[in-house]
């Protein structure tokens, strides 16, 4: 069974702090994406990344995958309250059709 | 386009009774998904299908069954509700856009079985 797991489960941090949350598995994935999911709301996708080492940065966030495809980490600098929300991780492999999602990270931003 | 639309948004269910979740959508995805997640977890994948009259058992299946009779519409039939089915249910569709899957989300319907 594949799994994805992602620490930490909860982070409350106070506005214009930066903070890291980290998407691990055992499992090598051909891509992995971010997703952000707000109360009442369904998921949506933030970014996939598909290539070892890779890098991608949209606005304050960064986004990398493990030189290995097995990790991958978001780094939020200088956060801010519309930050808040779940942060689901989902990997995927090319020959299947199922994405897995970790357990998210629920991101709460302090004024 | 209205993306991945899902009714009802909430519903009440009593034990044993049964009811069909609806999602539709008009993106023209071959790939459509019913995940639920309960509160403060992620998302688990109780059945996909990768086109219409294809349809494939997720992580949960247990409880529920699905059809996919058009590319459009994929139901989601819980039979016999038990307070365990207590959760919001998600549809999501996606097209393969090599090497990945892009996934996009309904609004969710809230389900309460009492």
């Known amino acids: 069974t594949q799994l994805l797991e992602q620490s930490p489960q909860f982070l409350s941090i106070q506005e214009g702090e930066n903070l890291t949350v980290y998407c691990n598995s055992s499992?090598?994935?051909?891509?992995l994406q971010w997703y952000r999911q707000e109360p009442g709301e369904g998921p949506v996708l933030l970014v996939t990344?598909?290539?070892?080492?890779e890098v991608k940065k949209l606005k304050r966030l960064t986004f990398q995958f493990g030189d290995a495809r097995k990790d991958s980490s978001l780094h939020i600098t200088a956060a801010q309250p519309g930050d808040t929300g779940l942060y689901l991780c989902?990997?995927?492999?090319?020959?299947?059709?199922?994405?897995?999602f970790g357990s998210g990270t629920r991101l709460s931003i302090r004024p | 386009n209205a993306g991945v639309t899902q009714t009802p948004k909430f519903r009440i269910l009593k034990i044993g009774q049964s009811m069909t979740l609806q999602c539709t959508q008009d993106?023209?995805?071959?790939?459509m998904y019913w995940y639920r997640q309960d509160p403060g977890m992620g998302l688990k994948l109780i059945y996909y299908?990768?086109?219409?009259?294809?349809?494939d058992k997720g992580e949960v299946p247990n409880g529920y069954n699905v059809s996919r009779s058009t590319t459009e519409d994929f139901p989601l039939r819980l039979e016999l509700a038990a307070p365990s089915q207590t959760s919001v249910y998600f549809c999501?569709?996606?097209?393969?856009?090599?090497?990945?899957?892009?996934?996009?989300f309904g609004p969710g319907t809230r389900l309460t079985v009492t």
């Open positions: 999501a569709s996606s097209y393969y856009r090599d090497p990945y899957y892009e996934q996009y």
């Open positions: 499992s090598v994935f051909s891509s």
């Open positions: 990344v598909v290539t070892g080492g």
């Open positions: 989902a990997g995927a492999r090319s020959s299947a059709s199922k994405i897995i």
């Open positions: 993106m023209n995805h071959n790939y």
């Open positions: 299908s990768v086109g219409a009259g294809i349809t």
